[in-house]
């Protein structure tokens, strides 16, 4: 009879003791890592942590890089032509375009005269927060057409640019615009 005590008091304890492991696991909460993180401007979260699209930062994804360089930089340079032609205080403003895709700007390069020498598309490269490279989207503005690359960050700017008419070719160097 006692072996049957023994088995029964066994048996008791295993069923409590699976019951309380049963039940504390029940009870417990798991918690999504994402509750209550929004990643904004397209940004996915992941872990608690948010992954932003190319041109995007911070922490929820609250950095549209492109609007930092969205400015008018300032600067001298020169182009190759027979005579070299200086040129000062030129301007080349930077504009950020309205796509979702945050690679895309406008820039315009503006002669210390105030003649507009060129509007163009550019797209963005190894966007970050310090900096950025573009290309120029190739581009006819007043029958000529341009085409060229150059470096923007949040205080300085870069330009080479090519233009093409009627079998005429120049480029223009600009290495080192201030931002305004």
Request: net charge neutral.
């Amino acid at each position: 009879m006692k072996s049957f005590r023994n088995i029964a008091v066994a048996a008791i304890l295993s069923v409590g003791a699976f019951s309380a492991i049963f039940y504390s696991s029940c009870s417990k909460t798991t918690t999504d890592p994402c509750s209550g993180v929004t990643c904004q401007n397209g940004g996915a979260c992941s872990s608690g942590n948010c992954t932003c699209k190319t041109g995007i930062g911070g922490k929820v994804c609250d950095s549209v890089y492109r609007t930092m360089y969205a400015n008018n930089y300032k600067g001298d340079g020169h182009d190759n032509g027979t005579p070299v032609q200086n040129h000062t205080n030129y301007v080349l403003s930077f504009t950020a375009a309205t796509d979702t895709n945050y690679v895309n700007m406008n820039i315009k390069g503006t002669f210390s005269d105030g003649f507009i020498h060129f509007i163009a598309p550019i797209v963005l490269s190894n966007l970050t927060a310090t900096g950025a490279s573009f290309t120029i989207t190739p581009t006819t503005y007043a029958g000529w057409n341009y085409s060229g690359t150059g470096t923007v960050n949040v205080t300085t700017a870069t330009l080479t640019v090519t233009e093409d008419s009627a079998g005429y070719s120049t480029t223009n160097t600009f290495t080192s615009l201030i931002k305004q």
